[in-house]
């Protein structure tokens, strides 16, 4: 099994940073893509930042310029440096791992969330 812990949200006024941390546990033989995606009330599932192996990042239009992907493999872990953070930002965030298990699968793997509320 693989494992996704997500940590680092909470409450935080308009302007204020976070930094979101997800580490992967478990049968790992390969941690591929990783990224970060939220969902607000009433709202679809949305990618926020996206990490691949090689290094490549992606935001979406809404975080370009405020958030920041970044990863450690040695500790199997995605960080999302939150900055400038508006009320829209306010939702749950969660963790996905593109991972190869030890047994030679490939899956995708996702985290519990974790609430970002950010106050006016």
């Known amino acids: 099994q693989v494992q996704l812990v997500e940590s680092g949200g909470g409450l935080v006024q308009a302007g204020g940073s976070l930094r979101l941390s997800c580490r992967a546990s478990?049968?790992?033989?390969?941690?591929?893509?990783m990224g970060w995606y939220r969902q607000a009330p009433g709202k679809q599932r949305e990618l926020v930042a996206a990490s691949t192996s090689g290094g490549s990042t992606n935001y979406a239009d809404s975080a370009k310029g405020r958030f920041t992907i970044s990863r450690d493999n040695a500790k199997n872990t995605v960080y999302l440096e939150m900055n400038s953070l508006k009320p829209e930002d306010t939702a749950v965030y969660y963790c996905?791992?593109?991972?190869?298990?030890?047994?030679?699968?490939?899956?995708?793997?996702w985290g519990q969330g974790t609430q970002v509320t950010v106050s006016s």
């Open positions: 996905k791992a593109d991972v190869t298990t030890t047994w030679a699968t490939r899956v995708d793997y």
């Open positions: 478990g049968s790992i033989f390969r941690i591929n893509n």
